[in-house]
């Protein structure tokens, strides 16, 4: 596709559900990256991908949090029992080589 | 992890002014990434530079990386400029960005 894309745009769940958060990345790209941020704030890493090899996971905030990209295309964030501190932007983002891109973000909102 | 400091938080100017951005880093990078986010919470990338200098139009950036600090120059600003610019810099595939400058240019 022509760019990053994210599913859905909005999210509203009750606490203790389980949300799954996806991402498109554009075709080719070989990195792709997770990223959480707060109203008022800068992108907070979370993990990233190269292919469909998981790089760094070390910013996911707990064992709630998890992703994948079994293919080394779609990626997947799963996060597990929600809770009202999981509401945020969530961001994706893909790369080929340095300039990194980035999605419209998935809003999660946990009450 | 890596410190990103950006400077200043807040800036509004009127349409037509000039301004340059900050961005201080804590350690060595192999990347760094200036970033635009729109007021509909886009993030768009600007310019990708490590080291030396780029110009797009209106915007030019400068990234001196031995002195670890980058600068991102707008000129003639008009009022789409608005919004928040994020320095982003890279470590062994990570990104750290800044707090960002929340820029206004008023008509």
């Known amino acids: 596709g022509a760019g990053v894309s994210q599913s859905p745009r909005y999210k509203v769940t009750k606490r203790g559900q389980d949300v799954a958060l996806r991402c498109d990345p554009i075709s080719g790209h070989v990195s792709l990256y997770w990223y959480r941020q707060a109203l008022g704030q800068g992108p907070e890493f979370l993990t990233y991908?190269?292919?469909?090899?998981?790089?760094?996971k070390s910013g996911l905030p707990n064992d709630r949090f998890s992703a994948e990209r079994p293919e080394g295309s779609i990626s997947t964030l799963t996060i597990q029992r929600t809770e009202q501190r999981d509401s945020a932007m969530y961001r994706c983002?893909?790369?080929?080589?340095?300039?990194?891109?980035f999605g419209p973000g998935t809003r999660l909102t946990v009450t | 992890g890596i410190q990103v400091e950006q400077s200043p938080p807040d800036l509004i100017l009127q349409e037509g002014a000039n301004s340059t951005l900050r961005c201080n880093f804590s350690?060595?990078?192999?990347?760094l990434q200036w970033f635009h986010q729109n007021p509909w919470g886009q993030l768009i990338n600007l310019f990708y530079i490590p080291s030396g200098t780029k110009q797009n139009g209106r915007l030019s950036a400068t990234t001196v990386a031995t002195e670890r600090y980058s600068l991102l120059y707008i000129s003639s600003s008009q009022t789409t400029d608005s919004g928040v610019y994020f320095c982003a810099v890279g470590q062994r595939g990570q990104f750290y960005f800044g707090t960002g400058t929340s820029l206004t240019v008023i008509p």
């Open positions: 983002a893909s790369s080929l080589r340095q300039s990194i891109q």
């Open positions: 991908f190269n292919y469909e090899a998981q790089q760094d």
């Open positions: 350690d060595s990078v192999n990347n």
